[in-house]
T-cell receptor
């Protein structure tokens, strides 16, 4: 079973709604990620937080707003989304080592299925 | 050039067959290598890490060739339950160490 938990598992929202996706991990990992995945495509990186600071933003539209309240939690705030934003949103975490003395492995949550209507 | 290149398949093989997937990566400084398995409508799950010496886990064998910058996954005695998409993942060194590069995934269907 995954040690990265995501809620909700399914979300349907209108284009004017504001909603949030939530993610939690208790593995002591210091890097957390949001990925977006469309059908038959690999996960596409959106954001990376390292030690609770945003370290990578892959030019994601501002209608997606990440937040990292602490080292265990990661949120993705959604506002004014478009139908093409419908996808599986995956949260993940990794050791996030500042000094690379050993391997760094990424673990995924079960994902949140988002439908924008 | 993509960081990681992977043949998308699909691979359709009979039960009991041996099947191999390859993946190439462009950054020679890459440090860690993985194979993930993703079932339909599920999240990617770590299948195995890939080490220079090669590693085996039951019917699965992973190999890394640093000189040619490719990794491989061999599945022996394929089972119906092996049907999934297999993702090759590469993690570079240094400051980008929290970045993971994904191949496009290879689709495998094992046929009765």
């Amino acid at each position: 079973d995954t040690e990265v938990t995501q809620t909700p598992k399914h979300l349907v929202m209108g284009m004017t709604n504001k909603k949030s996706l939530k993610c939690e991990q208790h593995m002591g990992h210091r890097a957390m990620y949001w990925y977006k995945q469309k059908a038959k495509k690999p996960p596409e990186l959106m954001f990376v937080y390292s030690y609770e600071k945003l370290s990578i933003n892959e030019s994601v539209p501002s209608r997606f707003s990440p937040e990292c309240p602490n080292s265990s939690l990661l949120n993705l705030h959604l506002h004014a989304l478009q139908p093409e934003d419908s996808a599986l949103y995956l949260c993940a975490s990794s050791q996030g080592l500042l000094r690379r003395t050993s391997g760094n492995t990424i673990y995924f949550g079960e994902g949140s299925w988002l439908t924008v209507v | 050039r993509k960081e990681v290149e992977q043949d998308p398949g699909p691979f359709n093989v009979p039960e009991g067959a041996t099947v191999a997937f390859n993946c190439t990566y462009s950054n020679s400084a890459s440090q860690s290598f993985f194979w993930y398995r993703q079932d339909c409508r599920k999240e990617p799950k770590l299948l195995m890490s890939v080490y220079s010496s090669g590693n085996e886990d039951g019917r699965f064998t992973a190999q890394l060739n640093r000189a040619s910058q490719y990794i491989s996954l061999l599945i022996r005695d394929s089972k119906l339950s092996d049907s999934a998409t297999y993702l090759c993942v590469v993690n570079p060194r240094g400051e980008t160490g929290n970045q993971f590069y994904f191949g496009t995934g290879t689709s495998l269907t094992v046929i009765p």
